[in-house]
């Protein structure tokens, strides 16, 4: 499998239920996203505006996928709104359609665009790793399913600030959407705000 095979396996509505660590805080949130995915062929206007913008030959483009999201965290504010939406490209080595780099119109950790790494490993999981300005991220989606995926994903900012997170997804219309299959809570502790000044609530 390569990494636009695994954007269409990804293709539709999925119900991302997340625990995020805390680590240097020892604390744990728990929060439930909607997530849609829509691929997009090579030649699509959206992929062509992004290898330009990272001043990249569109040519070398494969396609890339538009993901939007809206969801909801233990510890948010009344007026806090995680939605959003980004599109990703992707962009192989020339002689190994396995790895490469991935654009994106945003980051998720932090908000401008920004070009990272993809690699398919030996068990058909797509890891992606990108390096930001004061932070790094690495992150692992693989299919126990069709319908199921799980996602790793752990955010390193410079100077010792981490988080880690793992989400169970399944495919909203499928025998296995049900919100009760996950049933993950925060562990008891007051949220902190400097936690959520660097925690990040979707990679894709």
Excluded at 123 to 145: C, K, N, P, Q, W
Aim: glycine residues 6%; contains cysteine; charged residues 25%.
């Amino acid at each position: 499998m390569d990494a636009m095979e695994f954007f269409e396996l990804s293709a539709g509505k999925w119900r991302s239920q997340r625990t995020t660590h805390h680590l240097p805080f020892r604390r744990a949130e728990s929060g439930e996203t909607e997530i849609t995915v829509a691929t997009l062929p090579a030649d699509h206007p959206q992929v062509v505006e992004i290898c330009k913008l990272h001043q990249v030959d569109p040519n070398l483009a494969v396609g890339g996928a538009q993901i939007s999201w809206q969801g909801t965290m233990a510890w948010d504010k009344t007026d806090e709104n995680h939605q959003d939406s980004t599109v990703m490209v992707i962009v192989p080595e020339s002689d190994n359609p396995k790895q490469g780099r991935l654009l994106r119109e945003k980051g998720y950790a932090e908000i401008v665009p920004v070009a990272g790494q993809f690699l398919m490993d030996d068990e058909d999981g797509l890891v992606l790793i990108t390096e930001y300005e004061t932070m790094s991220s690495h992150e692992r989606f693989s299919f126990a399913s069709p319908d199921l995926r799980m996602r790793t994903s752990a955010v390193k900012r410079f100077g010792g600030f981490s988080t880690s997170s793992i989400c169970v997804e399944t495919r909203i219309g499928s025998e296995l959407d049900d919100s009760s299959l996950v049933d993950v809570q925060p562990q008891a502790a007051q949220p902190n705000p400097e936690a959520r000044k660097y925690d990040s609530l979707l990679g894709w």
